[in-house]
């Protein structure tokens, strides 16, 4: 008898054995393959993922939900870094732009005023030149006094109520909006409402018809707010450089919008990105990204 219980223990403590090498060895094999999913992600300036921590030990559920918080915070600083280049390259040009055309709108009003210019064969190509350096230098003085806005000032704001406020001004477009009845954030609310209404704007210049905002208040630490509309669908080349300062896809459009928008949300600790996959329902979704 001794014997055959000292094979059944044997047999039983093999299989345990075997059946703890291929738990362990699976588990590595998940590990190895969120490590794989991680870099590729960051490889992609993918920032936004972030992987679950079920079947994993507290020592490894918290590496994971470190790793998933600094996958947010390399992509605040990603986002903060971009703003802040394109402010600095915007100042210059700017700056350079309005040295250039200065002396031509001046030497160009001179020549009109001149007795020998006027009813000339000059005076209409003259007269070109002084509109097109006036709507340029009217251009780029308006975008710099724009940009240059003072520091947020920060406060307990009810995000559904300035939503709320910005759906009144749009009274054309139809808005399907949904969310809870009260959601407070912490943001400078001019800011905020200028935000809302560039992005009501440029969808209405892109012919849009239904603007859908959907806000989710679920997420520890952040606000999500989902910004869609049924306009011109954005060109796959063009996706990229939509936040560019001067970029438009828009025959009329100025390229000023969806940059400055972008800019004061994240000089407030948010985020804004275009979603690859818009909402169900419409062309394009903006996601923006709110502190609490």
Do not use: C
Request: charged residues 20%; hydrophobic residues 40%; without cysteine.
């Amino acid at each position: 008898m001794s014997n055959g219980g000292d094979m059944t223990a044997w047999l039983i403590l093999g299989v345990v054995v075997v059946l703890a090498v291929l738990w362990f060895w699976r588990h590595q094999r998940m590990l190895s393959e969120r490590a794989r999913l991680m870099q590729e992600a960051i490889h992609n300036r993918d920032f936004t993922f972030r992987l679950p921590t079920r079947h994993m030990f507290s020592g490894e559920r918290a590496l994971q939900e470190a790793l998933n918080q600094l996958g947010e915070h390399v992509r605040e600083q990603v986002n903060l870094g971009e703003v802040e280049s394109w402010e600095k390259l915007t100042r210059v040009l700017t700056h350079e732009i309005m040295n250039a055309t200065a002396p031509i709108a001046s030497i160009s009003q001179t020549m009109l005023a001149n007795p020998s210019v006027k009813d000339s064969d000059l005076e209409e190509g003259i007269q070109a030149i002084h509109n097109t350096v006036t709507h340029l230098n009217s251009f780029v003085d308006g975008y710099r006094k724009y940009s240059e806005l003072q520091k947020p000032v920060s406060s307990d704001v009810d995000l559904v109520k300035v939503v709320n406020d910005v759906v009144q001004l749009f009274s054309d477009v139809t808005w399907h909006n949904h969310h809870p009845e009260h959601v407070i954030i912490k943001t400078d609310p001019n800011l905020l409402r200028q935000i809302l209404i560039n992005l009501a704007k440029n969808a209405v210049e892109a012919n849009a018809r239904q603007i859908g905002i959907t806000i989710d208040a679920a997420h520890e630490g952040r606000v999500k707010l989902y910004y869609s509309n049924d306009g011109d669908l954005i060109p796959a080349d063009a996706r990229s450089s939509i936040f560019i300062p001067f970029f438009t896809t828009k025959r009329k459009g100025n390229g000023i919008g969806l940059s400055l928008s972008r800019r004061l949300l994240t000089i407030q600790g948010g985020m804004m990105s275009l979603l690859d996959e818009p909402r169900d329902g419409f062309h394009t979704t903006f996601l923006l990204e709110f502190p609490r």
